[in-house]
């Protein structure tokens, strides 16, 4: 299963630190607490990971759904062209930096990689969301319309989960957490 693997912490004179890419630094007494956190923060990053992979999943669909109205090249409304190559290139990219995100996770960087891909994930994901609406408005599809309003609110939820995490859990989410573990405990 792909995962996040961030693992890199510093040792120093009063115990151990991480740094993460979002710019908080957390400073440990013991080793077990620095390792928790890491993997904490492991669990943390991969839900997100698995978060966008449903977003991209999603505008996948609503991008195949209606390609039949982007224009060709030949046609007069050569905009509708650029803009369907923009969501061509937005949505590989994204797969690409997903990719980049958790195969580089475990590097020496791998702390801060994490976090730049993200961002880099979301700016892409904000960008096509925005290239479908212009196209549904011009449909006058309401409905799709609020469908990508949903999930351009998910995505900027989710960076903003990323950019204030800091290793501590609010109560739903460790009672997800406890949840989630207990009923994969049953299926065991």
């Given at each position: 299963m792909k995962t996040v693997k961030i693992k890199h912490y510093t040792e120093n004179k009063n115990g151990y630190t991480v740094a993460i890419?979002?710019?908080?630094t957390k400073d440990f007494v013991n080793k077990k607490h620095c390792l928790k956190?890491?993997?904490?923060?492991?669990?943390?990053?991969?839900?997100?990971?698995h978060e966008v992979n449903f977003i991209l999943s999603d505008l996948q669909v609503m991008y195949r759904r209606n390609w039949f109205y982007f224009d060709n090249l030949k046609s007069a409304a050569a905009e509708m062209y650029s803009l369907e190559r923009i969501c061509i290139f937005n949505l590989s990219g994204i797969e690409e930096k997903m990719d980049l995100l958790v195969s580089r996770s475990g590097y020496e960087?791998?702390?801060h990689f994490v976090f730049s891909h993200f961002r880099s994930i979301f700016s892409l994901l904000i960008d096509t969301i925005?290239?479908?609406?212009k196209l549904q408005l011009k449909k006058s599809s309401a409905v799709e319309v609020h469908k990508l309003e949903v999930l351009y609110i998910r995505v900027i939820q989710i960076e903003k989960e990323l950019l204030f995490y800091d290793g501590t859990l609010s109560k739903e989410q460790l009672d997800a957490d406890e949840i989630f573990?207990?009923?994969?405990?049953k299926a065991v």
């Open positions: 890419g979002n710019g908080i956190f890491l993997a904490d923060t492991n669990r943390f990053l991969t839900n997100k990971l960087n791998g702390n925005k290239i479908l609406q573990t207990r009923n994969r405990m």
